[in-house]
Every structure is written in structure tokens, then in C-alpha cells.
């Protein structure tokens, strides 16, 4: 009988060999390095352009709201001039619109009140105007000049109380009726930004009238 028993440690060697040879397979795929993520690029966000300020006669172009206290302090001056004491109210709303060539002015139920002391009783003029006037216009980047203005579509009512009771009095006893509104034509200096306009007109007697106009938001 043959002895068998040699064969079988070449046997279990290989076999050995074999099941390390995979053992040591399975370290290398392990230890393979984690691959590094690609950096994320961020995008620089687009700045937003500054828009140019409007100035000169471009800046004029759209439509202003008379600011009702300016109204008001360009009528005192007037009063004053006269020599007139009294206190001035205003009320309603007023704007002005320019389109490169035209100008239009819009009261909507404007009234101006003037109060004064007569003789221990209190006077009061009342002048209301609605409805539109209009005329061509002309702009440098300091100056604007409306020769002619069409009233034809303006309303004017003048009114009088005493003691706050209504009063009957001719317009020409008052002098209420040489007050016209505002007076667009002529030249006028003027300086404006995106939201104010201030209009200067010249001195006739005294100081010269200033008129502030805010933009107008649709």
C-alpha cells in the first residue's frame, strides 16, 4: 500500500497560497484613496447698473404735484406785497405736465382763502379754480420759457364770508379778481432732481416767487 499522506501538504500549501493571494487582493481594493470631490465653482453675480440721473430739460419731462404749502407761501407774498395782513389756506390739488414740447397745468378743485381783520370782523376771500390750462414751452438746463398759455379751459369762482356766514361783495372792491392762479408764462429759473422740481420766478415787487413741485407717481 502506497503512502498517500506526502500529497496532501503540497495540497493545503497551494491552497494556502490561494486564499492569500485573495485576502491580499481585497486589502489593496480597500485602501484605495477615496477620490477628492471637484472644487464648485461660484459665479460672481452681475452688478446692477447705476442709472444716469436725469437732469436738465429731461429731467423736466412728466408730471409734478404742486406742493400745497409752497402754494400757499407764494400766495402770502402776494398778499404781503399788497400790504395785506391775513392768514392764507389752501386746499384741493394741483399739477403740472411736461412732454418735451407742452406743458399742461390741472387744478382740480384748487381754492386759495385768504382771511384777514376788518374792523373786528373776520373777511375772508375764497378763490377756487378746476380744469386745465396748456401751452408750448421751451428748456436750457436752467431756464424755462412758456410764452402763451390757453386758459380757455380753466374755471374761476370767487367767494366771500364774513364772520364765517356767506357775504355778497363785488370781486373789484376785494382786488381778489386781479389774482389769476399760477402763472406758468414768462421765463422762469428753475433747478430739478428725480423728485423735486423748484420753479423761481422773477421779482416783480419784492422777493422773487418759488414754487416747489414734487414728481408725480402714477
Do not use: K
Not at 382771511?115 to 414751452?137: C, I, K, N, R
Amino acid at each position: 500500500m502506497r503512502a498517500v499522506r506526502p500529497l496532501v501538504a503540497p495540497a493545503l500549501v497551494a491552497l494556502a497560497l490561494l486564499v492569500t493571494g485573495c485576502s491580499s487582493g481585497g486589502d489593496d481594493a480597500a485602501a484605495s484613496p477615496t477620490p477628492t470631490p471637484e472644487a464648485t465653482v461660484e459665479e460672481t453675480p452681475t452688478p446692477t447698473p447705476t442709472p444716469t440721473p436725469l437732469t436738465g430739460a429731461a429731467c423736466l419731462v412728466g408730471s409734478w404735484d404742486v406742493d400745497q404749502a409752497s402754494l400757499a407761501a407764494g400766495l402770502q407774498q402776494t398778499v404781503a406785497a399788497d400790504g395785506t395782513v391775513g392768514e392764507v389756506q389752501t386746499a384741493g390739488a394741483t399739477w403740472i405736465s411736461f412732454d418735451g414740447t407742452s406743458t399742461t397745468l390741472t387744478y382740480e378743485s384748487q381754492s386759495l382763502t385768504v382771511t384777514m381783520d376788518v374792523e373786528g370782523q373776520q373777511l375772508g376771500t375764497t378763490l377756487a379754480f378746476t380744469g386745465p390750462l396748456s401751452g408750448a414751452y421751451t428748456a436750457t438746463d436752467t431756464e424755462l420759457t412758456v410764452p402763451a398759455v390757453d386758459t380757455s379751459g380753466v374755471a374761476q369762482t370767487l367767494s366771500f364770508t364774513l364772520d364765517g356766514a356767506p357775504f355778497e361783495m363785488p370781486a373789484e372792491e376785494s382786488g381778489a379778481d386781479e389774482y389769476q392762479g399760477i402763472d406758468l408764462t414768462g421765463t422762469q429759473s428753475y433747478t430739478c432732481t428725480e423728485q423735486e422740481l423748484v420753479l423761481v420766478s422773477p421779482a416783480a415787487d419784492g422777493a422773487p416767487e418759488t414754487q416747489q413741485l414734487l414728481r408725480r407717481r402714477a
